[in-house]
């Protein structure tokens, strides 16, 4: 009897799962509610860790997906756009964002797999930890990033919990460019040359309004396939330097970035750069939400709120 009862209980508890990862050889997968829902890719051939695709409750892909697929059709500018990444572009002057293995170039740095160190299932959630190394092109260590990543179950929203530490292992200098660094490539039809619009938490809109200005949250929506969806960045208050700058363009690059200052000021005498020295460390947390409709509909300014409450 008591065997009948465990070999039951093997069987049936992998199904109640709601969010489902799978570690795989160069990809952990998410699925929610017995639906593929994003691909954590962290193989050898990635140049940075990035998830793609993201998909709407609905099953609508809402991230571009070249690089890494060919859509006929499809924007293939900026091929170091993938998917949601985080990095920068000017680490002690190694380029960790334009750093596609294809370009060859000499200061690009590289971001790679240090070890995965859990994957949990669960009813309401899932999560993923892993441990990266950026390194210089010769394979010296600048630092270690620590991130994770939390996937929640829900009939309408997609929402992920991004926590990313760095530490440094040598004295490490984040140089002032806009080229940086959490940040979402969106499909085509969500960009502003179709049918998106992006609007920030104090009510301005498009590029002309919202890029370079500082916002706790922005708002990226159009129509994708018929349904009107929207992605969200929200910055943590915690976060360094919050409520941060937004590198948010009309082709439907979505980025949060704290170290633009004379880039998105348009002034020279700025400097947004910081120095963590060995033994300090930086910590960033975001929430992406996926939602129906547009920021008021979908009350992200609620959203927000509640996030902003978080430990």
């Not at 991004?162 to 979402?184: M, R, S, W, Y």
Request: hydrophobic share 35%; proline share 6%; aromatic share 10%.
């Amino acid at each position: 009897m008591k065997l009948r009862l465990v070999l039951t209980l093997a069987l049936v508890l992998p199904l109640a799962a709601e969010v489902k990862i799978t570690q795989k050889a160069d990809r952990i997968q998410v699925e929610i509610d017995g639906s593929p829902f994003t691909d954590f890719f962290i193989g050898a051939d990635a140049p940075k860790p990035y998830l793609h695709p993201l998909r709407s409750a609905s099953g609508k892909i809402v991230t571009r997906r070249f690089p890494m697929e060919q859509v006929e059709g499809e924007v293939r500018d900026h091929p170091h756009h993938r998917g949601l990444w985080f990095s920068h572009g000017d680490v002690n002057g190694y380029d960790f964002w334009a750093n596609e293995r294809s370009s060859k170039r000499p200061k690009s740095g590289l971001i790679t797999l240090k070890k995965v160190n859990s994957v949990k299932s669960g009813s309401k959630s899932g999560s993923v930890s892993a441990s990266f190394e950026w390194k210089e092109p010769d394979g010296k260590l600048l630092l270690t990033e620590d991130r994770t990543m939390v996937f929640y179950s829900d009939p309408k929203l997609r929402t992920i919990d991004l926590d990313i530490k760095l530490t440094p292992a040598q004295k490490v200098k984040f140089g002032d460019t806009k080229e940086g660094c959490f940040a979402i490539r969106l499909a085509d039809p969500l960009n502003e040359k179709h049918s998106g619009k992006m609007v920030s938490a104090d009510g301005k809109r498009g590029e002309s309004e919202v890029w370079g200005t500082r916002s706790p949250w922005v708002d990226y929506h159009g129509e994708v396939d018929g349904e009107k969806l929207g992605i969200v960045i929200m910055d943590h208050p915690s976060n360094p330097r919050h409520p941060t700058y937004w590198h948010s363009r009309s082709y439907g690059l979505f980025a949060a970035n704290i170290w633009g200052l004379h880039d998105f000021l348009n002034d020279k005498t700025k400097d947004g750069s910081m120095t963590l020295a060995p033994g300090g460390a930086i910590r960033f947390r975001y929430r992406v939400v996926i939602h129906p409709g547009d920021e008021l509909s979908a009350n992200i300014a609620g959203l927000y709120k509640a996030y902003s409450k978080t430990k």
